[in-house]
Structures are given as structure tokens and as C-alpha cells.
């Protein structure tokens, strides 16, 4: 298993403004993803952060929204951009030790309210 | 279609019955298998994967693959209060990705 970091835990943002979201993992990881859930509802992948490359994103998602960086293996950011009520959500970060078998691991996520 | 289908409660039961939930998914390629646990306001946390048809038993615990029907559910058995959570079905699809459904909540009544 993995343990995952991440920081904030939560945030009050107002509306217009961006905030980058940090997550760091204890032990060098083949991938790692975030996933955003919103109220009552279950994950949806954001995208692949690949490591030293532009992330991979999924259809609805886009780079200029929701900006990812990964310099190293253990280590990925995540920035929600100029922010509307609807962002607010649970932001998570997620990583895969094993390829082969296909395990998510979840940090504690990051819950952001946007007024 | 949902790639991964769940029926999302609520699922009520008595302690020390035994829960079930049930999932189906469309991909007939999937080849892994997960469950999660997600306690409110906590993160999913990982308690049982399944590869292979058949079952797979892990203490109270058991997941159960049909990759014909391409279904997967799994079984509580004597159920806690503490057992009270939402229980998310996730399937690998790919080489990537993981989707997941939207959850079962399941109550253990004391």
C-alpha cells in the first residue's frame, strides 16, 4: 500500500481565484490520478498525472481548468483555476503501486467550498 | 450506459445479518476488480480486489466475480454498526483506468 498526503484538507475559496492542491505519497508509485468527487456522488477521474510530462485528461476536463504538474514519482499538484461554485467538491489524490494489478490507493482528499 | 452500475440504496440490515451489494459493469474486456469502503467524509479506502471468477474471502468478507454475467458483488457477513458506510464498486478498464460506481450506502441497524 501507499500512504498519500495531502494538503489543504479544506479551503474557503471566492469565486474567480485558483488553488493549487499538493499531494505527496511515502513510496515511489507507478501512477498517479486525481479524482475529483462532488456532493453525493462518486469519483470522476481528472486525469493521469504523468511524471515530467503534461498530464493526461479525461473528456470534460482540460489543462487551463485544472493545471497538474508531477516533477518527481512521489510528488503531484493539482490547481483548480479560476473558481466557480460549481468546483466545489472533494479533490483527490490517488496512486497505483502495482501496475499489474491495479490498486488505488486514496489520499484523504481535499474538500474545497467555492462562495 | 454507465460503465459501472450500482444500486444505491439505502441498504438497511439487522447487526449480524448479512449485507449484500451488488454490482454490474459493461466492459466484457474488464479484468480487475475492486471494492471501497467510504466512510462520511473520509476517502475510499480499499478492502477487497477480485481477478478471477469464483470468490475470494477475506475475514467478514467476500467478493464474488462472474465475468460471463459480468457481474461482482460482495458479502458482508455479521454485519457491524461500524460496517455503516458507502461501499463503491470500482472496475479496470484498460490500462488505466479505474471507474468507478456510485456507490451503495449501506446502514447495519444495532
Known amino acids: 500500500s501507499a500512504v498519500i498526503s495531502q494538503k489543504p484538507s479544506r479551503d474557503i475559496c471566492q469565486r474567480g481565484t485558483s488553488l493549487t492542491i499538493q499531494c505527496q505519497v511515502d513510496s515511489q508509485v507507478t501512477m498517479m490520478f486525481w479524482y475529483r468527487q462532488q456532493p453525493g456522488q462518486s469519483l470522476t477521474l481528472i486525469a493521469t498525472a504523468n511524471q515530467g510530462s503534461e498530464a493526461t485528461y479525461e473528456s470534460g476536463f482540460v489543462i487551463d481548468k485544472f493545471p497538474i504538474s508531477r516533477p518527481n514519482l512521489t510528488f503531484s499538484t493539482l490547481t483548480v483555476s479560476n473558481m466557480s461554485p460549481e468546483d466545489s467538491s472533494i479533490y483527490l489524490c490517488s496512486a497505483r503501486t502495482s501496475a499489474g494489478t491495479g490498486e488505488l490507493f486514496f489520499g484523504e482528499g481535499s474538500r474545497l467550498t467555492v462562495l | ?110
Open chain 2, 1 to 110: 450506459q454507465k460503465e459501472v452500475e450500482q444500486n444505491s440504496g439505502p441498504l438497511s440490515v439487522p447487526e449480524g445479518a448479512i449485507a449484500s451489494l451488488n454490482c454490474t459493469y459493461s466492459d466484457r474486456g474488464s479484468q480487475s476488480f475492486f471494492w471501497y469502503r467510504q466512510y462520511s467524509g473520509k476517502s475510499p479506502e480499499l478492502i477487497m480486489s477480485i481477478y478471477s471468477n469464483g470468490d475470494k474471502e477475506d475475514g467478514r468478507f467476500t467478493a464474488q466475480l462472474n465475468k460471463a454475467s459480468q457481474y461482482v458483488s460482495l458479502l458482508i457477513r455479521d454485519s457491524q454498526p461500524s460496517d455503516s458506510a458507502t461501499y463503491l464498486c470500482a472496475v479496470k478498464t484498460g490500462a488505466n483506468n479505474l471507474f468507478f460506481g456510485t456507490g451503495t450506502r449501506l446502514t447495519v441497524i444495532p
